[in-house]
């Protein structure tokens, strides 16, 4: 018994000196960035949470579903970098330190001070909303504890909060705030709810068991837990997954853990620590969870091993990239580990036996049901065609072999071409295909008009991927598998007054609403225009609603219309005319005659 308390002492602090290295290559500073809200660390989602087709890049912060709360600078610095956009971040600063790091904040409400002065200046000069402006020199400096803005809900927040990122400066790495020491305070431990083991069958991979850690299914040995029954394997290639959830305010609110490792026979084989990752690596978290199932049970299953074409760079593995090949009469042993930014860490053992190779029933169906079927191959440029369809595949584009099905079937209702069904939704695409498809009886003149479509056809429902009219085909981006036609988009956007109701201030009520929507290919452009003088209007996309902000050019109209006023009693109006168009050129333009308020 001592031998083996030894044993898993080594392992557990093989495991915690993994994460030292990793934590010692950069010598993080401590006390240097300061937590940019007026609380104690409180959060959303912790770094790398696990998203759709992305990694959280940053920490989110807890606002209690408020917005208009200050938002601070993390340290000295210079604005580096100011977006605003409809989606993604919203409205979002990035600042510029001394010591090589970068700060973001985004989904803000509104800026302030100098910083909210240049920005309204810079969107009337270049009239627009919507920008990218990168500063090569220092502009705007702060100061550790400045106030640069305030809390929100801009952008694709689904609800207000702050969300903050610590970069390096020169890589563009996001790195985790945890680092430096912007941790919540957590005394719950991160937990493993179920095993996942996976068999490989030529280029495919099986889901052979899913073992349950329920209460009654894990006995304490002594030296840690332990799954009670004995894991029955064959001797063929085999490699693992995990459910596994933090807590860390209290014991119901499931986070992603920092840290998972697996061990066989006392030998690592496998870690994922997520220190920092680079953007154009996110989108790898396909790869790195079990896709397929995700997608029909909605249950995140993480990898403990890499497939082919997976290029995160959060991983160690030693040996097969993660698998193993257990002997036949072999009785052996798996040591799953979790950690939390805390290092707060749980374990799991599973005790395995080989029986010796059979042919078995899944293998058998997996054979049958890729045959006659043609590869895709991860890391090889391939084309694909079909009567009126050519897709060119990207080297990137999946991650393992995949055998594909291509179906054509007949022209869909509405639709002008085709549906081609290209293989299952259920395998993910990394990078997109080129995908070209040729109309059939399309109106003549208005082919520039068509769309590519991408969707369920059994529920009639198509959603537009873009795509333009060239020499005949209309070409575009794919980047899923499923089912593509062509679609006409001809009507234009609808745009309806909308009653403003603010829900933090009842008192607030110096904007007008404006609801703008379209049928197919979606908004591109909108513009408002005060007695034809053109105005700002900020676009809260998820919410199909524009919002002018009543300003300085409200103000000069309503002196000068007011002083103008013959009449006692009357209350002089406005015309805001708002135009929208969609990325098809379809144009919708009205006119609102407003009242004019007297005092602002």
Known sequence: ???????????????????????????????????????????????????????????????????????????????????????????????????????????????????????????????????????????????????????????????????????????????????????????????????????FVQEGLLLKKQIDLSSKNVIDVGFGPQWKDTLVLSSETFAFGLEAFDYIHNGRDEKGIYMYSLNHNSVPVFSHTLNEFAFDETKYINAHLDYAWYKLQKQRIQKCFISDGNLLGTYFTYGNKGKITPKIGEMGELMFWVQDNNKHTTSLRVIYKTVGTSQDADKLSYEQSIWGKRPILPGKSQTIVAPGLEIKMDPKSVYDTVYYELKVNPTPTNAFSEEYNFHTPLVPIHASFDIAIKPVACPVGLEKKLVLAYGNPKADNYNSIGGSYDKGWVRGKGSNFGNYTLLLDTIPPSIKWSKYKNDYDDSDTLRWDFDIRDNLSGISKYEAFLNEQWVLLDYDAKNHIVTYQWDEVLKQTAQKLWSSSMLEGEVPTVTMKIIVSDAKGNKQEREFRLMLPQNF
């Open 1 to 199: 018994m001592k031998a083996i308390k030894q044993k898993y002492l080594f392992v557990f602090y093989f495991c915690l000196m993994q994460t030292a290295f990793v934590y010692g290559q950069t010598p993080y500073p401590q006390n240097y960035f300061r937590y940019p809200l007026d609380s104690l660390p409180n959060l959303v989602s912790p770094f790398g949470s696990l998203r759709d087709n992305h990694f959280h890049s940053g920490m989110d912060l807890r606002t209690n579903g408020r917005e208009g709360l200050p938002v601070y600078a993390a340290a000295d610095g210079f604005i580096s970098r100011i977006k605003v956009q409809k989606n993604g971040y919203g409205k979002a600063i990035y600042i510029e330190h001394a010591n090589g790091y970068s700060t973001v904040y985004g989904h803000l409400q509104k800026y302030h001070g100098a910083i909210a002065e240049w920005i309204h200046k810079y969107q009337y000069i270049n009239k627009t909303f919507e920008f990218d402006k990168i500063f090569m020199k220092p502009f705007l400096l702060v100061k550790k504890g400045d106030t640069i803005g305030f809390s929100g809900n801009s952008g694709g927040s689904t609800g207000p909060h702050v969300h903050f990122e610590i970069r390096n400066s020169q890589t563009e790495k996001t790195l985790n705030p945890a680092l430096f020491g912007i941790i919540p305070f957590d005394t719950l431990y991160p937990i493993i709810t179920k095993i996942h083991v996976y068999k």
